[in-house]
């Protein structure tokens, strides 16, 4: 085989490969992020949420895309360059998907104005685009995780960070966080918490799950907590707050129905912290 054969046919692999996680990515846009398409609270605040606050989510969206694109892109990233490309295609898949599905859901019509129309597909493309990129890693195949790359101790935390955001943007919209948050009293937040902080530890390092972090013999239980769970579950209560904040759930809360909300949305944010660690 002459070298001219060989890098076509290398090329034309390359090309498969990123067609490949393409589709993966347009099924995990689908499968993560389609309950969030068909939230009403969702389509609403596509229409009122402060505009500040809607732009800030998408800028947030970026840098994230690309820190994950880095960790599992479409294809074997080997610079920034490819991670950059990656966030970029991802983005474009959750703006596309997001803008088919609302359409043929008769979510998005010709009498809306602009800014509600840009609003309904940009606020629906974040979890979208995060899902498209999740897709490689949920939706690839066995070749492709040996491929995945070790992970420093702040990756770990931005890896939990990720998990955090994804599943607080499927509950922080929702009526029922505000309902449970002025049904619930401190103690109910404080047992909350305890559950949140035992199964988030237990989920990673207790149960042998695929992918999970389980701990030797000879270390201690205390260091992945201490080291783990703990900041995990920081992260998750911060990215909680920063959730509620951009959806204006908070209001003019108190204090302490500020922290009963943070706690609240931080319980299945902080399971989705702990399934980030299994499963990117």
Request: proline share 3%; no cysteine.
């Amino acid at each position: 085989m002459t070298d001219d054969a060989a890098s076509a046919e290398s090329d034309q692999s390359e090309f498969s490969r990123f067609l490949t996680g393409l589709a993966r990515g347009v099924a995990g846009a689908l499968f993560f992020a389609l309950p969030m398409l068909m939230t009403m609270e969702m389509w609403y605040l596509g229409f009122y949420m402060a505009r500040e606050r809607l732009l800030l989510l998408v800028i947030l969206n970026i840098p994230l895309l690309v820190l994950l694109a880095h960790r599992i892109g479409f294809e074997k990233t080997v610079s920034w360059r490819d991670a950059v490309r990656d966030a970029i295609v991802a983005y474009g898949i959750g703006i596309l998907t997001s803008a088919i599905v609302l359409a043929a859901l008769g979510l998005l019509r010709g009498d809306m104005s602009a800014s509600e129309l840009i609003g309904k597909i940009a606020l629906q493309s974040v979890p979208a685009s995060i899902g498209a990129m999740l897709g490689r890693s949920q939706l690839g195949d066995e070749d492709d995780d040996t491929e995945r790359k070790s992970t420093p101790y702040h990756s770990e935390l931005f890896l939990m960070g990720t998990g955090a955001l994804f599943l607080s943007l499927n509950i922080a919209p929702t009526d029922e966080m505000i309902v449970l948050s002025y049904k619930m009293t401190i103690w109910h937040a404080l047992v909350i918490s305890l559950i949140s902080i035992a199964l988030m530890h237990g989920l990673v390092y207790a149960v042998s799950f695929m992918g999970g972090h389980e701990l030797s013999p000879e270390t201690p239980w205390w260091h992945a907590f201490v080291r783990f769970t703990l900041p995990g579950y920081v992260v998750a209560l911060a990215v909680s707050m920063l959730t509620l904040w951009i959806f204006e759930r908070l209001g003019d809360s108190s204090a302490i129905e500020i922290m009963v909300s943070v706690i609240v949305l931080g319980f299945p944010a902080a399971l989705g912290a702990a399934g980030a660690r299994l499963i990117l």
